[in-house]
């Protein structure tokens, strides 16, 4: 429940929806893994918008108006937002403010994180803040809000109340979030069927066939109490009460619990005659509480779109009003949990829900943990660099070089000078007894470029005494990368992965924890942060599956699993990310990409180590 003052809109009337002249400023929010709702960005939120005008039941594609959320998708129907890389799951909202509050005028607050970029609260406490603000507060307690916080509008700052830790706070002015006038659009509330036609066939129309005279039943005792009429079924003036049937499957015959001609059904059972109450188009819109075994109305001002799954019901209806083989849908409550029948519950009938990826197996001991046929130990580390000495850059060029007298006629894709002139790095980089018109072909792959520009190459890269071929990859030397310390663990578990059912499954365990860069990173000196770690990762226990595992096992002494650079699923900087070396991270389905079956994922793991230069050269009988 919104507190007041809070922007936050109220039921406007007895039916539980804004009223039709009434403006909303809509806010799109999704909900983090520590239960808060967190808000979609102003531009965002016209997008998502927009999408909704033209397809209620669509999905939306965040990555379309926001590059950092590419990977994020939206299901409207089951009100989701789900994440194509890991296939993570989140539930979103659509929640509705005063035109006059933060949201409508473009205002957000933000306070600096510990990277020194700017977070902005959640939109509860946006409008809090803003109002203090507006008011000319000296300060604000958020502990009202559940926050131990303390908000210094004199400082712009905020102060940790237990830890006395302060932050620096700003105010800033974006793109104002959408307004929508009147009542909620009818392709909002996902009618299902058609006036002259038949209802739907799935098993969840079904279900709303069943359910929808109990639900209307449960209206008219609702309304009866309202007007405080007992169980008799009369309003305070005598007269009976009776509810209009809702008319989402108009034009259609509903299961109902008496042998009557019509739909309406007092509370008792009887036919309504009298007085007659319009409820909206849609059951969605009216979820029904239990109150101490009474049946009792949920009210609630926002619809199917606005707060997904965010009301809790308990029917007390005979088993028989639900077909046989319909099951129930868990919905997740803020206070609960229960299985529910989705056209009461707030949901969209016809719901056609995400698939959740089955990310990792069933719970496992630590007895039933085996060591990896063929596989010495379960566990590596990684330390810092090794330094090589005595490998000059002159040096590592000349290695696998041949000199070349005769330059051809054609272009150091390095320096993009033609190899019969001096290199373009000729009086910028210092070297020792190179010329700078000097020319070399590489051993293995016979491409040749400048040894001054190899050396300039050399000079950017690792410097692991390994060297590279810029144009096809060819790599001379042992390969090493810049992968932070960590750990990695491999077992056998007792479980099969899809497309293996004759195998156990190998784990594998990567744990690395933040820390700051060094030299050979992008910005020594600076933290680095490492998101979604320990990641457990997957093969089938079988001969290429441990000839992959061993060559993963290689590549990470060399450290090449991993590297630190900037994320292409979320956009964040300064972060530990895969370095160009696929893992299936998905274990008993496949939605994300990254799990199995996959029948041609070992032999495209092998290519990728290959590429690493971790070849099956390096496995050792």
């Keep these: 429940m919104a507190r007041p003052g809070s922007g936050l809109l109220l039921p406007a009337n007895g039916l539980g929806y804004p009223p039709q002249n009434l403006a909303r400023v809509v806010v799109w929010e999704w ?57 993570t799951m989140r539930p979103v909202q659509r929640n509705f403010y005063e035109p006059s509050s933060a949201p409508g005028k473009g205002v957000v607050w933000e306070w600096e994180n510990d990277n020194g970029s ?9 409008v809090t803040i803003q109002n203090a603000y507006e008011k000319q507060h000296p300060w604000l307690d958020l502990t009202s809000l559940g926050f131990s916080y303390l908000i210094d509008f004199n400082g712009m700052s905020q102060t940790n109340k237990q830890s006395q830790r302060k932050r620096r706070l700003r105010r800033r002015m974006d793109l104002a979030y959408p307004l929508i006038m009147g009542s909620i659009p009818k392709s909002q509330s996902w009618p299902v069927g058609a006036s002259s036609g038949q209802p739907c066939s799935c098993q969840q129309c079904i279900l709303v066939n069943s359910t929808r005279a109990a639900s209307n039943a449960i209206l008219a005792s609702q309304r009866r109490k309202l007007h405080g009429g007992g169980a008799g ?34 509370a008792g059972g009887g036919r309504a005659k ?8 849609s059951p969605a819109n009216f979820p029904v509480m239990s109150s101490h075994g009474h049946n009792t109305l949920a009210v609630n001002g926002q619809n199917n779109l606005n707060r997904p799954g965010a009301q809790r019901i308990s029917m007390a209806t005979p088993r028989g009003t639900i077909p046989p083989g319909v099951p129930a849908l868990p919905v997740k409550n803020l206070t609960g949990s229960g299985p529910v029948h989705p056209a009461l519950a707030g949901l ?66 390095i320096c993009m000078e033609r190899l019969a002139m ?7 980089l210092q070297h020792k007894g190179i010329k700078p018109e000097s020319v070399g072909k590489l051993g293995k792959c016979g491409h040749m470029y400048h040894l001054l520009c190899l050396v300039a190459m050399y000079n950017n890269g690792n410097k692991d005494g390994s060297l590279q071929c810029p144009t096809c990859k060819t790599i001379y030397g042992e390969k090493t990368g810049t992968q932070p310390p960590g750990k990695m663990e ?62 993963l096992i290689t590549a990470w002494d060399r450290r090449l699993i991993f590297t630190i650079g900037t994320s292409s699923t979320t956009g964040e900087s300064d972060t530990v990310v895969w370095n160009e070396i696929h893992h299936k991270t998905e274990f008993g389905s496949n939605l994300t990409g990254h799990g199995y079956p996959d029948p041609n994922y070992l032999d495209n793991v092998l290519t990728e180590l290959s590429a690493q230069g971790v070849g099956e050269d390096n496995l050792k009988d």
Excluded at 60 to 75: A, E, F, R, T
Excluded at 250 to 265: D, K
Excluded at 497 to 509: A, E, M
Aim: aromatic share 6%.
């Design 31 to 87: 909900m983090n893994e520590h239960g808060r709702w967190r808000p979609y960005s102003a531009a965002v939120c016209h997008h998502i918008e927009n999408i909704l005008k033209g397809d209620a039941r669509g999905t939306v594609v965040l990555g379309q108006v926001d590059g950092q959320l590419s990977p994020y998708i939206i299901d409207l129907q089951s009100m989701h937002q789900f994440r194509q890389d890991t296939g």
């Design 422 to 428: 001096a290199s373009g790095y000729e009086g910028i």
């Design 118 to 126: 700017w977070t902005p609260y959640d939109m509860e406490i946006c």
């Design 274 to 281: 009298d007085e007659q109450v319009r409820v909206p188009s």
């Design 348 to 413: 969209p009938v016809c719901l056609t829900r995400a698939p959740k990826p089955i990310l990792h197996p069933p719970h496992i001991s630590k007895s039933d943990m085996k060591p990896v046929p063929g596989v010495n130990g379960m566990r590596r580390k990684t330390k810092k660099k090794h330094l090589r000495k005595g490998k000059t850059p002159e040096d590592v060029v000349r290695r696998y070089t041949d000199k070349i007298k005769v330059a051809p006629d054609e272009d150091c894709t």
């Design 233 to 266: 079924g009369t309003g305070a003036a005598g007269a009976p009460t009776a509810v209009r049937q809702s008319n989402t499957f108009a034009g259609t015959t509903l299961w109902s619990p008496t042998s009557s001609a019509t739909n309406n059904i007092g």
């Design 490 to 551: 491999y077992h056998v578990i007792p479980h099969c992965l899809p497309g293996y059912p004759d195998s156990k499954t190998i784990r594998i365990v990567y744990d690395i924890p933040a820390g700051v860069q060094t030299n050979e990173h992008p910005n020594p000196g600076k933290k680095f942060s490492a998101r979604g770690f320990p990641r457990q990762c997957y093969l089938p226990d079988n001969d290429k599956g441990r000839k992959v595992l061993k060559l």
